[in-house]
């Protein structure tokens, strides 16, 4: 148990998300906003929890494509309840750019992670799933954010995940780089030794103690 | 080459197994047997039924002749599911002797273009819903900050206007005699200007107030009767001057309901002063009170102008001027009635209007009953 999420609530809460019953989902989230649940505990141990696990039921085949893309609706939606708070916290003045690479249509934990930022004070810029090389470089161009983050769902995507953080070392090369997703889970995490400034983070975890860290 | 007899395994595969939808249909386009996908699919009792009581195409009909005359072509058509949903697949018909074979088929290439850009079309709204959270709450965080400028600034300025004030009414009052008249006429100026700017002044931290969340309410069991009577005496002056007539009669006992008095009072005379304000000399503005089952409400009507229905929305909404005047040159502050509906609202009730341009306006107001008043 985290807090106020027993066992319980959450097997409440995935067996709803599996069957598409938002009005649950937003129901039980609500609920737990109204208790004062923390929202580093909602994100990791609601939200991610329930998103790796819907995940593996599909490498798994044990569900369709379907329901992990329902599934993925339905917690980008329950995002917005927590938005009001995420957005009202104090800014630090520091930015962050976060992007998922070319062809990664999983946007989720990019967003997560955006969200943390903000929550800790940081202006996120999100790009979202499947943002082309010269559109990231156009923004870090435009905004100059004081970080980097690029999210990587899918073990494929790794070659477009290269290919972008060469090009963002040859424009940006002092531009300090997070690394993450689900797809180093099949390898590739030494990507942070391949690169200057890069660092890889293997979990919301981790990212939350890197930005403490400051 | 002989060709190998599968036909009974490939008929029971089809009827059975296979994710197609499979359909027999006699000459006149009548389903004689459908196989279980397509029976799970659209309800067990599909047999007997015409074809577009099931399938149909894009304009809600079926044109079976046609269809078969395209037969070597694939047919995107909707099927009726038992979901109520309609779902698509490409079709192929084949005559067979006397009937005719309906084969169903999902085209997974076609699919997966379409989930990938319902994907992005998903992803691209929720991103667009973070933005716009984003700029709200910068724009709550802008909003807090004009209203404690406003409450600074109108708080700052109200003891110097207060000064001159003070000291132009000091002025006519102890050195009338000596000043000469127009001096004296310059002086009315000053104090009328500084009265205007002091009661602007006053709404401004009003408002400021009330949208920082700041609308104390200070309730108590109140005779709203009492309250609307002693407020048509108060504004009994101004309507003398235009030789405006205040009406107000109520014969039935009503119940005290909760109420900050002090703001209601304020409601009431926004209300009753603006009827006397924009109504024609000679003309009657009507107090009228009366109680539903769960609320009282107030209603004042003049015999004015008339608001036009564009002009109405934005009515309640801060500095809002509409296009129609006073009849006696009186000034306005246009945030009165912004601050008398946060006061309505914060008790739970309701305001609004209703007009007609050239007959008059009615506003009106209600407060809910305290639960031992329901009947």
Redesign the interface.
Known sequence: MNGLISEEIYDVYLQALLTGERGQCVKLVNGLLERKISLYDLYVHLFQRAMYQVGALWEFNQIS?AVE?LAT?IT??L??LV??LI??AEHNGKKAVISCVASE?H?LGG?MAADFF?LNGWDSY?L???TPPEELLKLLQDKKPDLLGLSLSIYFNMDSLHRVLEQVRGSFPELPVLVGGQAFRWGGSDIAEKYPAVTYLPTLIDLEAFIRKG | MERLDIGEDLTRYLFQDAAILFLILDPAGRIIDANNYTRRLTGDDLIGKALPDVILDFTGTVNLPGLLQKNDKLQLLNVRTRSGLPQTFYFHFIESGENILAFGEINSLEIETLRKNLLSANNELSNLSRELQKTNAELVKLNELKNQFLGMAAHDLRNPIGVILTYSDFLLEEAGDVLKEEHAQFLAIIRKSSEFMLSLLNDLLDVAKIESGRLDLDLEPADLVALIRNNVTLNQSLADKKSIRIIFRNDMPLPTILMDRTKIEQVLNNLISNAIKFSPLGTTVEVNILKSANHLTVSVRDDGQGIPESERKKLFQPFSRTSVKSTGGEKSTGLGLAIVRKIVMGHGGKIGVDSEVGRGSTFYFTLPLTPSNHE
């Open positions: 494509v893309h609706a980008e939606g995002l917005t938005y009001p957005f009202a249509y946007q967003k903000e999100f979202g799933a499947n």
